[in-house]
């Protein structure tokens, strides 16, 4: 029972990065593009909101908390939306094709946040000695009255920093948006059939650039979490950030792009992601074997969601292509 | 037509292009390329104080050598790292012409290098052509197996394959990452180290041609890359593909068999990319990891798509983008700056002329005056 709890909370602060992700890249898919690009909008959401509080906490001696957090939430929010609008510049206005589009958004992202990462480091005398105290503390703050709670209970649901919280919310947020509001209803249909939608007078344009702009952002905050809570303010460039980004971009497949999945789905990840260490007595090896996992299970529900058939499971129709009215 | 009507016409408008001079087309890629090496210029100007000028003769040397001493070394490792990536956009273009989206280059490579790696510690006793027969023989199995899984699916269940190739990258990373535990050396290092070495072992390594070490790498793409051209031009397997590429629909009016068409090219494609797990663990790493692939199965994807699956345009661009990438490390070495930079200046240059791709299937129309109009 220990053991499940501590494997629980390693998989809850795991998924909250992933479920971020996720829910951006759902919002993201839904207008119909598929962007490949979000390990290095994960980067870049991390990199620039450690710029930007590292250079906040240098400045001042007595660092406020509710200052530190804002500016790491604005900063990774609007870099990694940067890196959505860098996207759909090049693939809602230029057509360029997606997939190449977004591994090349990759790429620039792990250059970018290793770069500054790198000269942050440098900056700061060494690797490892980079320090972003009171933005991590802040970000590690737990929800109050609620953390009090004991028992197990209380270790598994009460125990993490708010972001953890905020990302359920987020999620829960995109689902009512998608599934009961109107904007959701046009980009659902942008995403399906951007001719149809265009002739229902929705402006597919402007709802593919504002869907993947607002995904990217909502993806960069799992970048922030990461380097935030997860490593607590320090920047190791182990290409960690990029198998993150390919498990969310996976997990909005498991998740049959409904975000309220991502919730569950992302704890279930890092549970299979880290199970390994509470099987004793299997060797080095084999761990590495179970950490194929989370990417089997998806390539089941992969070929399971496209063996049923059943409509609501699947992609949108037109993922991946760009639209040109004047096509036929 | 009123000029009422006329304040509703847009300024700018597009139109599908139908073709393009040659020429045009590559004066826009040029322009494309010289503006991303501006717009880098001035971005590694800013970062380092360096004068652009310099930067960019750093670059050549880091790709060509800066001395007579190694202007041969480093020429040959930058043609090596092109061959490389060219056998795997090689390897692709064949799924790419179908459009079907093989975005699991990067685990076909490793799957690839796997088995190369295997018959070179287990069966290293053979005589030298068996065991290059095994190595060759197993690499285009294990490529080919990593590809034949997502293409039956998608043959058969219309399974989406991109998403498909992407997921099954990673299982390839795990397993990489499981045989390099296994056959760690010295152990504890986690590290697979140089296999079979010492001057009297070699066993599996790519013999040195004409006294150079990758010459045999080089035989072998270039082979590949002439092989796959003609293929695809000339065969009735390669018009078989373009007609799928173009519409499923013609392609099943025609007679064709999609279905076995799709499994048989990424039989081809995942091979390919198979072997080129082969040429890098056996003619120049000489060992396994992790990062044996290093991204170049990804990188491998905007060559073949930026060459428009013509395979001997994919040597230019292949050549272009290890240039940059050897460029860029040798400027963050003498700037002592990161050498991750070298991936963000290739980010911004790929934009460019991913960006460019526009002004050749689209041209833009600016509205008429009105005098003309009425």
């Known amino acids: ?328 | 037509m009123t000029a009422a009507t006329h304040k509703r016409d847009q300024l700018v408008r597009m139109v599908r292009r139908e073709t393009m001079p040659l020429w045009k087309s590559v004066m826009v890629r040029l322009i494309a390329v010289v503006a991303s090496l501006l717009v880098a210029g001035v971005i590694i100007y800013l970062l380092t104080g360096a004068s652009p000028i310099k930067v960019y003769e750093s670059m050549l040397q880091g790709a060509f050598g800066n001395s007579a001493a190694n202007y041969a070394q480093k020429s040959w490792i930058t043609v090596r790292d092109t061959m490389m990536l060219l056998c795997i956009a090689v390897g692709l273009a064949p799924a790419f012409k179908m459009k079907f989206w093989n975005i699991g280059a990067e685990g076909q490579v490793l799957v690839g290098g796997i088995a190369t790696a295997a018959c070179m510690i287990y069966l290293k006793n053979l005589p030298p052509v068996l065991l290059f027969l095994c190595m060759v023989g197993a690499s285009l199995l294990a490529g080919a197996v990593w590809g034949l899984l997502p293409a039956v699916f998608k043959a058969k269940w219309d399974t989406n394959e991109t998403l498909f190739t992407l997921m099954m990258n990673y299982v390839a990373f795990q397993l990489t990452s499981f045989f390099v535990a296994k056959w760690e050396n010295p152990i504890g290092s986690n590290k697979v180290g140089i296999i079979n070495q010492g001057a009297q072992n070699q066993q599996g390594w790519f013999p040195s041609i004409f006294g150079q070490d990758y010459m045999l790498n080089v035989i072998l793409v270039m082979a590949l890359t002439v092989g796959m051209f003609f293929y695809l031009k000339y065969s009735k397997q390669g018009y078989e593909i373009a007609v799928i590429g173009d519409s499923q629909n013609t392609a099943r009016y025609a007679g064709i068999s999609v279905k076995k068409v799709i499994i048989r090219t990424m039989l081809i494609s995942g091979a390919i990319c198979g072997l080129a797990g082969f040429i890098t663990v056996s003619g120049s790493a000489h060992t396994i990891s992790t990062s044996t692939a290093g991204g170049k199965g990804f990188t491998a994807i905007i060559v073949a798509w930026l060459a428009k699956f013509n395979t001997f345009t994919m040597i230019l661009v292949a050549l272009l983008i290890t240039v940059l990438d050897k460029g860029a490390i040798q400027v963050a070495t003498q700037f002592n700056i990161s050498k991750d930079m070298s991936n963000m200046i290739t980010g911004i240059i790929l934009f460019f002329i991913i960006g460019s791709e526009f002004f050749i299937n689209y041209k833009l129309i600016m509205r008429k005056k009105e005098k003309e109009a009425a």
């Open chain 1, 1 to 328: 029972m220990v053991g499940f709890i501590s494997l629980f909370q390693q998989a809850v602060v795991f998924g909250t990065i992933i479920m971020f992700g996720a829910v951006g890249e759902i919002i993201t898919e839904k207008s119909g593009n598929l962007n490949l690009g979000v390990p290095g909008i994960m980067y870049l959401g991390g990199i620039s909101s450690l710029i930007g509080v590292f250079f906040y906490e240098n400045s001042t001696d007595n660092p406020s908390k509710l200052v530190c957090a804002l500016i790491a939430i604005l900063c990774a929010f609007l870099a990694a939306a940067l890196g959505g609008l860098i996207f759909s510049f090049l693939t809602i206005t230029l057509r360029a094709n997606q997939n190449v589009t977004g591994l090349t958004l990759t790429i620039f992202g792990s250059g970018v946040a290793n770069f500054f990462g790198g000269s942050l480091n440098q900056l700061s005398g060494g690797v490892g000695q980079l320090r972003v105290p009171a933005t991590s503390d802040a970000f590690r703050t737990q929800l109050p009255g609620l953390s009090s709670i004991g028992g197990a209970v209380g270790k598994m649901f009460f125990q993490y920093g708010w972001l953890a919280y905020v990302a359920i919310v987020v999620a829960i947020l995109a689902q009512v948006f998608l599934s009961k509001s109107r904007a959701g209803l046009n980009l659902r249909a942008v995403g399906e059939n951007p001719a149809t939608a265009d002739a229902a007078g929705i402006n597919v344009t402007l709802y593919k650039y504002l869907a993947t702009c607002i995904g990217a952002g909502i993806s960069g905050l799992g970048g922030l979490y990461y380097v935030m809570d997860f490593t607590q303010g320090k920047w190791a460039n182990d290409g960690t950030v990029e198998s993150l980004g390919w498990l969310a971009v996976a997990l909005v497949i498991f998740t049959t792009w409904r975000p309220k999945n991502a919730i569950w789905g992302s704890y279930l990840f890092g549970i299979l992601y880290w199970v390994y260490m509470y099987i004793v007595g299997i060797s080095r090896a084999s761990q590495e074997l179970f950490k194929m996992l989370p990417y089997v299970v998806t390539i089941i529900v992969l070929i399971f969601i496209s063996l049923r058939k059943k409509r609501e499971n699947q992609p949108p129709e037109a993922l991946g292509l760009s639209y040109f009215r004047e096509d036929r």
